[in-house]
């Protein structure tokens, strides 16, 4: 009981399957991460046209594993081809020091992690909707 490590093992009674619990890394480096939007065909039908592709607004942070991208904090393997209704998989992929230049050499606790994703998706939101000029013409 004592001393011993505790495993982070889910058990499935149904099927007999177990499978590991994802945890997060303490520390990510800026050089290692990716960000990406999700997108996937729903399987919802609309009268005239049969599934819709829909994707996500916001990016996510994602590590490269071999031919797919895991996100950092759900652990959620995604690929870059569609493959099933409501499967999500990566589009618009970007290194990260490649958008911000200036996080090249970074290292990121597991805690600094969502400060990251919120900066990240930030700026980007306040670009593509028009904020600043509504702040900007507030102030006015």
Do not use: C
């Amino acid at each position: 009981m004592f001393g011993k490590k505790k495993k982070n093992i889910i058990d499935d009674k149904n099927t007999n399957n177990s499978q590991e619990k994802y945890t997060m890394k303490e520390r990510y480096n800026a050089e290692d991460l990716y960000l990406a939007r999700l997108k996937w065909v729903s399987s919802d039908n609309v009268d005239f046209s049969g599934p819709m592709n829909k994707e996500t607004e916001i990016k996510y942070l994602f590590e490269k594993k071999g031919e797919k991208y895991k996100e950092v904090f759900t652990g959620f393997e995604a690929d870059i081809i569609e493959e099933y209704f409501n499967l999500p998989y990566v589009i618009d992929i970007m290194p990260l020091i490649e958008v911000h230049e200036d996080l090249k050499g970074t290292i990121f606790p597991r805690f600094g992690m969502l400060t990251l994703f919120n900066e990240v998706n930030k700026k980007e939101m306040q670009e593509e909707r028009g904020y600043q000029k509504k702040l900007e013409s507030d102030n006015k």
